[in-house]
Nanobody, 124 residues
């Protein structure tokens, strides 16, 4: 069974940077599409970024384009989310997810495995 563990969240001020990591365990994890989602209190879980297993081409939500960067190290089975120029609106619990089809879509229903999440809080 695939397990995902996020880390790197914390409390920062607006304009600061933060790097999230998602450590994956399980067979053939490197062939999964990987995504990052976030959920703020009282709001729906929303797509942040994703990357396909076979193409190192990222896909981002409009709200984070130019500020966030998703990358992966298949050998280490780790996915990263570099977040720059953070805004208070970025405050949420961030989840990484794995898609066994390897697509790396923006649809949360396409992902079969989810981590527990890591809290990111951005103060004004």
């Amino acid at each position: 069974q695939v397990q995902l563990v996020e880390s790197g969240g914390g409390l920062v001020q607006a304009g600061d940077s933060l790097r999230l990591s998602c450590a994956a365990s399980g067979r053939a994890v490197s062939m999964y599409g990987m995504g990052w989602f976030r959920q703020a209190p009282g709001k729906e879980r929303e797509f942040v970024a994703a990357i396909r297993w076979n193409l190192n081409i990222p896909y981002y939500a409009d709200s984070v384009k130019g500020r966030f960067t998703i990358s992966r190290d298949n050998a280490k089975r780790t996915v990263f989310l570099q977040m720059n120029s953070l805004k208070p609106e970025d405050t949420a619990v961030y989840y990484c997810a794995a898609d066994e089809r390897g697509v790396g879509s923006s649809q949360k229903s396409d992902y079969e495995y989810w981590g527990q999440g890591t809290q990111v809080t951005v103060s004004p």
